[in-house]
């Protein structure tokens, strides 16, 4: 029996949530699947905003772009509302399936609007805009932050009652299907969703499920129009690379 291989990368540098959503991913998997865990080598160890997003995604993509271990069938993008996806998509020659895109399309089919619960306030328009680029963001009734930065996300009963509280702010305005709005949130959904009587997506499972479906398909990343291979041009990787090796190009 053929095995299929996922590539979760976390979009920060934090070992401890590495594991985290890794074990979250392996929970949610098929047997035959096979999961592992990339952590960036360098970047933020939080991702909390505009500028940590884009630093996060520079990161991801150079730790896809260096990648060195077992062949993979399909990357899982695990950073909620991030930057890259995009970049991934034209990067990597097997689909790439971002959580918060995936945990959309999930609660599209459990009700006519859902809401995001997510980490602190600063994230939600950065979430709103993720969305909307994917095409799902119409169905989205509101995004809603916890006030609880990336970091404080150990205390599992703390945690609960931080989105249980924000979550009733969301269904208020109309959801009908609650999205975990952080990776680290991950294995949160049944108490919840037994607490509030509503269906509740965790992104990373939700992913690695349209991964292996994709996998399982044969369907790769159409190489017409956004997402054709990088041009062949001189691609310089951060500051030592330039000085070690001012004209190096990236293969296409």
């Known amino acids: ?13 934090t070992l401890a949530m590495t594991d ?6 392996r929970a949610a998997a098929s047997p035959g699947t096979t999961i592992t865990g990339l952590t960036p080598a360098w970047g933020v160890e939080s991702a909390e905003g505009w500028l940590d997003s884009y630093l996060s995604a520079a990161a991801v993509l150079d730790a896809l772009r260096t990648y ?5 069938d399909a990357v899982v993008m695990a950073g909620f509302g991030e930057h890259g996806r995009e970049g991934a998509r034209e990067l990597v020659g097997v689909p790439v399936v971002d959580i918060t895109e995936a ?8 009700g006519r609007r859902y809401g995001v619960v997510t980490t602190l306030d600063r994230s939600c328009g950065q979430i709103e805009d993720s969305l909307l680029t994917a095409g799902v963001g119409a169905h989205c009734a509101a995004v809603a932050g916890t006030g ?13 009652e931080a989105f249980v509280t924000a979550a009733r702010k969301v269904l208020a305005a109309g959801a009908e299907v609650l999205v975990l709005g952080c990776a680290g949130m991950t294995g949160l959904e049944r108490t919840v969703s037994a607490r509030l ?9 939700a992913a690695v499920r349209l991964a292996e479906s994709l996998v399982g398909l044969g369907l790769g ?8 291979r990088p041009e062949q041009k001189g691609r310089v990787w951060g500051r030592t690379a330039a000085l070690a090796r001012p004209n190096e190009c990236t293969p296409g």
């Open 148 to 160: 609880l930065g990336v970091l404080e996300l150990d205390d599992p009963a703390r945690v609960e």
């Open 103 to 110: 945990a959309a399309h999930l609660a599209c089919l459990l």
């Open 1 to 13: 029996m053929s095995r299929t291989h996922i590539l979760v990368t976390n979009c920060n540098t």
């Open 20 to 25: 985290e959503i890794t074990a979250g991913a």
């Open 221 to 228: 990343t159409s190489r017409v129009g956004g997402y054709a």
């Open 68 to 72: 060195d271990g077992e062949p993979y």
């Open 197 to 205: 009587g509503v269906p509740v997506v965790d992104g990373v499972a």
